[in-house]
């Protein structure tokens, strides 16, 4: 079984404070993804990474940066937390080769800016 | 301009009853289809796939419909159950042989089924 475990559930960060979110999965994917789920809003592409030291500008990259310095690791940093970051942030990871582009995903981090 | 798109928020149904998802799309370049789940306070699983060289795919009690000349997927899931409530995302991808594509989300729909 895949797994994709994300370093915290719960999160509660002031405005200002640089935020770092880890995910780690464990069966040699290439592809890791960062999304953030906001109500009414679906999954919303924040960064990803097809390999390790490369990084891909998603769709809603303003306000973040990411690191993947090693392949089962993909790092989601806020560099100064602002109150609209507040979100359920998800990370993901699937194998690339193979037709199928399933993404398995971990369990979230919900994240809240004071 | 969203390539995906999931019209309904929200879908109430009696268990038992057939649900049915809708998902269209606009990018013509989509191949390949998938359906996740996904309930409060935990990531999306996948559920079913469906490739464009089908137009259905079958798995237990959900069943993927595509009409690709329509640009629509739906899923259906029979018999309803309560534990099926959750909200359902519908993706999309162009298919690729050793490349790594985005999937493109829809932004979800809200499926109650009531005991």
């Known amino acids: 079984d895949v797994k994709v475990t994300q370093s915290s559930r719960y999160l509660v960060k002031r405005t200002g404070e640089k935020v770092f979110l880890e995910c780690v999965q464990d069966?040699?994917?290439?592809?890791m993804f960062w999304y953030r789920q906001d109500p009414g809003l679906g999954l919303r592409l924040i960064y990803f990474s097809y390999d390790v030291k490369m990084k891909e500008k998603g769709d809603i990259p303003e306000g973040y940066s990411v690191s993947r310095e090693k392949k089962e690791r993909f790092s989601l940093i806020l560099e100064s937390a602002s109150t609209n970051q507040t979100s359920m942030y998800l990370c993901?990871?699937?194998?690339?080769?193979?037709?199928?582009?399933?993404?398995?995903f971990g369990p979230g981090t919900r994240l809240l800016v004071l | 301009d969203q390539q995906v798109k999931q019209n309904s928020p929200s879908l109430s149904v009696q268990e038992g009853r057939i649900s049915i998802l809708n998902c269209d799309y606009t990018n013509s370049m989509f191949d390949y289809f998938l359906w996740y789940k996904k309930y409060p306070a935990e990531g999306p699983t996948f559920l079913i796939s469906i490739s464009s060289i089908k137009d259905k795919n079958e798995d237990g009690r959900f069943t993927v419909f595509l009409n690709k000349s329509a640009k629509h997927l739906s899923l259906h899931i029979v018999p309803s159950q309560p534990g099926d409530s959750a909200v359902y995302f519908c993706a999309a991808t162009p298919e690729t042989q050793g490349g790594s594509e985005k999937l493109v989300f829809g932004k979800g729909t809200k499926l109650t089924v009531n005991p």
């Open positions: 069966m040699d994917h290439e592809n």
């Open positions: 993901a990871s699937s194998f690339v080769g193979a037709i199928q582009e399933t993404q398995y």
